[in-house]
């Protein structure tokens, strides 16, 4: 007996703990700075599954749907809710694309789709203060072979343009236009998808390039002097070996683009010398990669670029570009953001922008970003199950203890009716 109560206590003590994690596992990896002017959650690749689940798996993929959905939402809302305790509120959330996990949908599933994605990312009552932008992703608008007007158009009318640029304030108490640009930092969604071709629809091709150029020219006018955060579903180029996943890019048999890891070499170039953005965020690759891309300008106007991985960067900084000359070389900080999918622990990227003043009055910007994994998506139903039993533990217990207690009672209370009519019966003798 002694046993089964240790037992039973043990399991208590750690379903209470692991439940705690579950709901308060932000306390462990969340962001770095409390004065951060701009706080950005990343999540990328949720890839929300449909009609084709449940024809495969029957009402064992209609449940795992629904958890999936209820997984996603917690990570999300263990960010954003006002509920959440012992974490900072992000400024801005940023879905870096393949929301959905097809683009073969028809529009009665994408319809579905749409609402689902829109209950685990919703704010019902009003409660949330960020911004929240949405990038589309290969299996939302298909790749250059499959890639429509029709997918783009209902896409956008959910989600937003493809193609799209703005502010990010570094200090939200700046309320002038002209002040936020001074001391912000310009980003930029483009939809990666049609970038290198060829391409079914050239002219939808034709509109991100448009906005790339312009972007391009916009950036030289300004002498790059605005920091640049470019968000791209796809990563650009680099060598096999840097990350998980190498160059790979494969054509149907019209020669269009039908499946790709990285844009072109070309396309990265452009991006790199023509954008020369401070930070590239991505998705696609869904374990994720940290890249930092060094860009030299020789004195015989070539040009090399070189990528490495951040952490070996950071190491060998000095040696690679020692005290560099902005205008011949510049670097680019490239992070692709694991997937937010069960099965990739359900990681959250946290990016924050901090300004400082110098002491020659100055303003310098100061950088952090960290991964946040939450677990993956079958232990919150292991411990909910824990939970559970533990509760149906605790109420037999209750129920049992009172069933002996009134069994007990009543035995006593026969002995003692026993007692009084012996009393009787020996004083009537």
Known sequence: MRALSILFHSLTLTALGASLYIYYYTVFCGWKWKDSGTRILFLADPQIEGDAKIAREGIRGEIDLLGNDI???????????????????????????????????????FKKRVDRYKWIFG?????????????????????????????VDRWEREFGKTNFGGWIPSNSSSTSEGLIKA??????????????????????????????????????????????????????????????????????????IKEQNFL????????LTKLK???????????????????????????????????DFEIRKDDLIGQYNSEKIWVVREITVRSVMGGYEGNAGLFEIKSTITEDGNKVFNYNYNSCPFVINHVPWVVLIMDIIVLLIFIFKLIYVGFINLYLSGILGVIEKLKKFHKIYNKNR
């Open 71 to 109: 997984y996603i939402r917690h990570v999300y809302t263990s960010f954003v809710s006002p509920y959440s305790l012992f974490t900072h509120k992000p400024t801005h959330t940023i879905i870096l694309g393949d929301l959905f996990s097809s683009q073969w949908t028809n529009d009665q599933e």
């Open 123 to 151: 704010d019902p009552r009003g409660e949330y203060t960020h911004e929240f932008i949405n990038l589309t992703g290969n299996h939302d608008i298909g790749y250059g072979s499959d890639m429509s007007r029709r997918r």
């Open 183 to 256: 001391m912000s930092h310009r980003f930029a969604v483009i939809n990666s998808m049609n970038i290198d071709g060829p391409v079914s629809d050239e002219d939808l091709r034709s509109e991100t390039w448009s906005f790339l150029n312009s972007l391009a020219e916009e950036r030289e006018q300004n002498g790059y002097e605005t920091p640049l955060i470019l968000l791209s579903h796809i990563p650009i180029y680099k060598k096999e070996g840097l990350c998980i996943d190498g160059p790979m890019n494969i054509l149907d048999y019209n020669g269009y």
């Open 264 to 271: 072109s070499k070309n396309a990265s170039e452009f991006i």
């Open 277 to 311: 953005p401070k930070f590239i965020f991505a998705g696609h690759d869904h374990e994720g990669c940290d890249i930092t891309h060094v860009v030299r300008i020789h004195d015989d106007d070539n040009r090399s670029l070189e990528a490495y991985r951040t952490s």
